[in-house]
């Protein structure tokens, strides 16, 4: 398990293989949920997560906006 702050939250995030060779489950719990993704390669895995704690890092130290966020539907699957 790995732990960032963002803002004044810590969000934890690990990756598991859930076989062998893959895929791999990238999990965040973050104040508001979590977010789970899989990846057929460690390295996707990898990228995404620090993609993810990017966007978590500026949301809480820029992000106290006052509209409510928005969500757009992604399609599901492995990246």
Known sequence: MNIFAAGRD???WEVTA???????????????????EYFNDMSAAM?????????????ATHGSSRSKPSWIAAGGGVH
């Not at 995404?48 to 500026?58: D, F, M, Q, T």
């Open 10 to 12: 810590l969000v934890r």
């Open 47 to 59: 990228i995404r997560e620090a993609e993810l704690e990017a966007l978590l890092v500026v949301v």
């Open 18 to 36: 859930l076989d062998r060779e893959g895929p791999y489950r990238l999990v965040m719990h973050h104040p508001r949920g979590k977010i789970i």
